[in-house]
């Protein structure tokens, strides 16, 4: 007897089973990457403090969490928060103190992710100012403060802002008088350039803005406050991702996710810092075209010592942020509503506190 046609036509049933079986997977696939839930994230300005953001994006974490995120720079952290507020976007990643200010203002806003634990800021100052007086940023912190205090023109973003505030809370921790001094309000973006053509002597940015004036020979990072030469400004989060009270309640899957996706980031960057590297080295703000290898290198050193292992925040971080804020002047500390402990300010509740 001849079985050989009964089994060519069992072969090929099974081999139709298996394609409309794969086919029909496929489809499904499909159809849940199209109904992954869709979410804006908006940065309030586009620089490597928030690396594990970028990070995330370029090598989809978002999506593996279960959601699909949209990054977008505002140019700022009241059109940031605005947005949130407005609820044109879901979630806004902005300085500690930004957030403190707004819900000082009525803003339902709280924090859910911390992608720093210090202080991220780098103060750049003239190269030949710093040349003449013998210094590096490996001199004693000390003396490298005690240069602020006589400097001409400082180089500022705006009256009240972090990068002005700081320097007023460095020049006062060695006994200075900030109001000797001169400041410029200039604006984020025109800082670089102004200390690069002597305008300015000074400014303090997060990178890679003070690290680009160091590659045209002009400028010189000399306090990387990233690194956690202060107490006060270490294990601090001053870059968070905040929301409204009442999105992340009614979406906490959604939260969760993105909240483990900036945090799993963040983790990469500290343990396999070249595989991040090559990440943001692909991404539209930090590619060779944008920014030369030197400097990203650079930049990059100084930003990854402020990388948390995960994104959970603690009262005692947060009680630095309301130290800080209130010895600068940004808030009153003894304000009614003002508390380091959690449910106030930020939450654990999305991020949890490891993988």
Known sequence: MNYKPKLQKKAAVRLMGFIALTSFLGITHEVRAQE????????SVPNMAFSA???AEQLQFFEDEGVRVTVVSA???SPC???????SADF???????LILARLQGAPLIAVQAHNRSVTLSIAVNKEVVDRAGLTRE???EDRLKLLTQLHTIGVTSPGSVSYQIFKFLIRKVGGDPDKLKF???GGAQLPSALINNVVQAFAQSPPSAEITEATGRGY????????ELPELTDYPFEVLVARSDVIQSKPAVTRAVCRAISRAGSLIRNDPQKAKAALRTHRLFNPGRLEEAVFELAFSMIEPAIPEWGNMTEEGWQKVIDFASVSGIIDGSAEGVSAREGVFWTNEFVGTGP
Request: aromatic share 4%.
């Open 36 to 43: 992954l839930p869709e979410v804006t994230l908006v940065a």
């Open 53 to 55: 953001i970028w990070a």
């Open 75 to 77: 140019g700022g952290g």
């Open 81 to 87: 928060v605005a947005a949130v507020v407005g609820r």
């Open 92 to 98: 806004c990643a902005v300085s500690s103190d930004g």
């Open 139 to 141: 001199s004693p912190l």
């Open 184 to 186: 410029a309000f200039l």
């Open 221 to 228: 990072v000399l306090i990387p406050l990233a690194r956690g």
